[in-house]
């Protein structure tokens, strides 16, 4: 079964081909996880950048963390 996590945002790129989803673990931690998309494609969001793995201890770290290295987010 696959682990879910409660979205608390998700962000996307004006085109609609990028989003990043900040999220909160079952156990209280946070992440972050950058998703592509093809438009053509009916499959939908697929990770790319694999920042899922690292745990923050709150939501703040969370989002500092995703827009230091997502570059298009604001």
């Keep these: ?4 996590h409660l979205v ?3 962000i996307e790129t004006p085109d609609g081909d990028r989003c990043v989803d900040v ?3 079952a ?14 494609d009916p499959r939908g969001w697929f990770p790319i950048a694999h920042h899922r793995d690292t745990i923050y201890q709150n939501e703040a770290d969370a ?10 987010l604001p």
């Design 1 to 4: 079964m696959a682990v879910r």
């Design 8 to 10: 608390i945002e998700s």
């Design 23 to 25: 999220f909160r673990r």
């Design 27 to 40: 156990d209280n931690t946070y992440g972050f996880e950058e998703y592509r998309r093809d438009l053509e």
């Design 63 to 72: 989002r500092a963390a995703a827009k230091a290295k997502v570059s298009w």
